[in-house]
């Protein structure tokens, strides 16, 4: 293993609230929790799922990651960075066909040291069978297997200790949901009378309910938290928007000077402002909206 790089991690991560008239009518409030300000390579819940999954690979003594994701993969991005900085080789499998020149996530991957290899869809859809396994094993030596978007016990655990950081009495916690371990740890780390919201960006993500539960189970043995999905704001599913989801970014950037990730956190805030609006939520709940991805202000 290469020497480790230092790296400085913003934790706890820092929580604003947000102040906006929308909110004020419902008499609710707001706290952003801005996991995307944890590190600039290493963001939001990338490294509360990667931090005990790498202390796992250290403690079996292995040397390289290999992990799974498509083009635009946020995980495939963190975890070429966590190999850069931890001394680890990295190996992503990337969803579909190469094409050159590289966009610029997996510019960024192989810029970090990462070794990309491809499946075509259908092969992608058995990344996991035995077989495709060992075949990976047979070309690319012992190595760590991390899951698509990380998510594994090991992330669960990194993900169930943010709730510990909020000081702020809260209700309510949301986050978007892409393969469901963010959730699976927030649920766990809440509190008897707090519950958290899920908002899958996947179209038809109810089975996500499913393997959330999954997660818990092999956690903790058994389902844990009070929590529930809101399947109906995925704008056409996984990587897809609408105008109606692109006006909303814009008026919420216009408004809060915070330019949303349009894939995850967008379709989360719009949600959440969407279940606001109808008085899903008593007056006087304070609610945590967890902003876990990449995210931008206009001044930075």
Known sequence: MGDLLPIELRLPSPVTELDDDRLTVAGVRLLLKRDDLIHAEISGNKWRKLKYNIAAARELGHHKLLTFGGAYSNHIKATAAVGHYGGFETVGVIRGEEHLPLNPSLAYATDRGMHLT????????????????????????????????????????????????????????????????????????????????????????????????????????????????ECEYHFGGYAKRTPELDSFIADFKERHNLLLDWVYEAKMMYALFDLVGRRTFPTGTTIIALISGAAETADL
Do not use: M
């Not at 594994?152 to 169930?160: E, Y």
């Not at 000081?167 to 649920?187: N, R």
């Not at 058994?222 to 529930?228: A, F, N, T």
């Open 118 to 229: 491809y499946l075509d869809r259908t092969a992608y859809r058995t990344k996991t069978s035995e077989a495709v396994i060992a075949e990976l094993h047979k070309r690319f030596g012992d190595f760590y297997l991390l899951p698509e978007g990380g998510s594994n016990s090991q992330a669960v655990l990194g993900c169930a200790e943010l709730p510990a950081e909020l000081t702020e009495p809260f209700d309510v916690v949301i986050c978007a949901v892409g393969t469901g371990g963010t959730l699976a740890g927030v649920a766990a780390g809440i509190g008897e009378h707090q519950r958290a919201i899920g908002v899958p960006v996947l179209k038809a993500g109810a089975f996500l309910e499913q393997e959330i539960a999954d997660l818990q189970q092999a956690t903790y043995g058994g389902r844990v938290g009070d929590w529930h999905l």
